[in-house]
């Protein structure tokens, strides 16, 4: 099972892990969670997707922000985030998971997030009129609401 892209892993007790797999999750973690295995569980079932995303008229990759014969830089870590929200607009997106998404581990009070999505926000201001709009979700984490636009 997979919503938008992403597969579904269910966790709780053995019991309820033929139900799990029935219902079509792609894996199950059983309860006690360990967080290795939590960490290794999503990396194998995160597909690969091409590394291009389109929001717009802004095309995004690895490394860069182009449209409007404007080419912005950005680092993987901020293609990972965009790529994450993008992924799953309208969705709140807890900080944990960005730091799992970049790091495979939580980091305490780190500010990455924090700052990267800044940057974020500052390169796609220099797009005039591109609606991309990162919302902080307060004491949780950040989500894009707008449908792409063009």
């Excluded at 291009?52 to 182009?66: D, K, Q």
């Excluded at 014969?69 to 994450?84: A, E, V």
């Excluded at 990455?112 to 991309?132: A, C, Q, T, V």
Aim: hydrophobic share 40%; net charge positive; glycine share 6%.
């Amino acid at each position: 099972m997979e919503i938008r892209g992403i597969p579904v892993i269910a966790f709780g007790s053995s019991v309820l892990l033929r139900k799990a797999f029935i219902s079509g999750c792609a894996d199950f973690i059983r309860d006690p969670m360990v967080a290795d295995e939590f960490y290794f569980r999503i990396v194998k079932n995160v597909k690969k997707v091409c590394d291009t995303l389109h929001w717009g008229e802004i095309e995004i990759t690895r490394n860069s922000l182009s449209g409007r014969d404007k080419k912005i830089p950005i680092n993987y870590q901020q293609f990972l985030i965009l790529k994450l929200m993008i992924n799953n607009r309208n969705i709140p997106i807890p900080r944990e998971t960005f730091q799992y998404v970049l790091w495979g581990k939580l980091k305490d009070n780190s500010r990455d997030i924090d700052m990267n999505i800044s940057i974020i926000r500052k390169r796609i201001l220099e797009f005039e009129g591109i609606p991309l709009d990162i919302k902080t979700v307060r004491g949780f984490g950040y989500m894009i609401e707008n449908p792409p636009c063009g």
